[in-house]
């Protein structure tokens, strides 16, 4: 099994700043990206920002200039860096990772999600 944990979501004003995190273990071959997803009430989930092996990025252009996504490839860990903060932010934050089992699965793992508001 595979575990991934998010942290770091809460309650800012607007223009304010947050710094998610997300740590995955457990039964891990190797882990080729993380990305952060994030779901507003009544709405899909949506991709924010994620991040290959190799150091690729992709962003959704919403965040774009305001988040910055980065690894810790050792510690199998994702961050979010989320600065000027809007309200149309809200939302929960999931933490995903993408890889492979040290069965030879494919690994598509989600975290639990945490929620970020950001008020007016």
């Known amino acids: 099994q595979v575990q991934l944990v998010e942290s770091g979501g809460g309650l800012v004003q607007a223009g304010g700043s947050l710094r998610l995190s997300c740590v995955a273990s457990?039964?891990?071959?190797?882990?080729?990206?993380m990305g952060w997803y994030r779901q507003a009430p009544g709405k899909q989930r949506d991709l924010v920002a994620r991040?290959?092996?190799?150091?690729?990025?992709n962003y959704a252009d919403s965040v774009k200039g305001r988040f910055t996504i980065s690894r810790d490839n050792a510690k199998n860990t994702v961050y979010l860096q989320m600065n000027s903060l809007k309200p149309e932010d809200t939302a929960v934050y999931y933490c995903n990772a993408e890889g492979w089992g040290t069965r030879g699965y494919a690994l598509d793992a989600w975290g639990q999600g945490t929620l970020v508001t950001v008020s007016s």
């Open positions: 991040m290959t092996n190799g150091g690729d990025t």
């Open positions: 457990g039964s891990i071959s190797s882990i080729d990206a």
